[in-house]
């Protein structure tokens, strides 16, 4: 069982920064993606930005330029520096587990808990 843990979220002020981290502990995979989606009350869930232990990323472009996502390996740990805030952004950020252990062609995915980010202005 992978358990993630969130952290980083808040409130801040458009144009103010924030950082998220998004650890996951207690797996034995090999491959996975790790990442964040978010969503606002009333809307659908959607991807911010994923990144693989290959370094493969993935944004969505709203938030391409002003988003950071990045890993550490060793750590399991991904993190996601978030620029030039909007209102836009403000949302429940969700991690996000994608796994693929040796030999196993089908993979197992995990969400966090979510971590609230308000922009305000």
């Known amino acids: 069982q992978v358990q993630l843990v969130e952290s980083g979220g808040g409130l801040v002020q458009v144009g103010g920064s924030l950082r998220l981290s998004c650890a996951a502990s207690?797996?034995?995979?090999?491959?996975?993606?790790m990442g964040w989606h978010r969503q606002a009350p009333g809307k659908q869930r959607e991807l911010v930005a994923t990144i693989t232990t290959g370094g493969s990323l993935n944004y969505a472009d709203s938030v391409k330029g002003r988003f950071t996502i990045s890993r550490d390996n060793a750590k399991n740990t991904v993190y996601l520096q978030m620029n030039s805030l909007k209102p836009e952004d403000t949302a429940v950020y969700y991690c996000y587990f994608r796994g693929w252990k040796t030999g196993v062609p089908t993979s197992d995915d995990y969400w966090g808990q979510g971590t609230q980010v308000t922009v305000s202005s």
């Open positions: 207690g797996s034995a995979f090999r491959l996975t993606i």
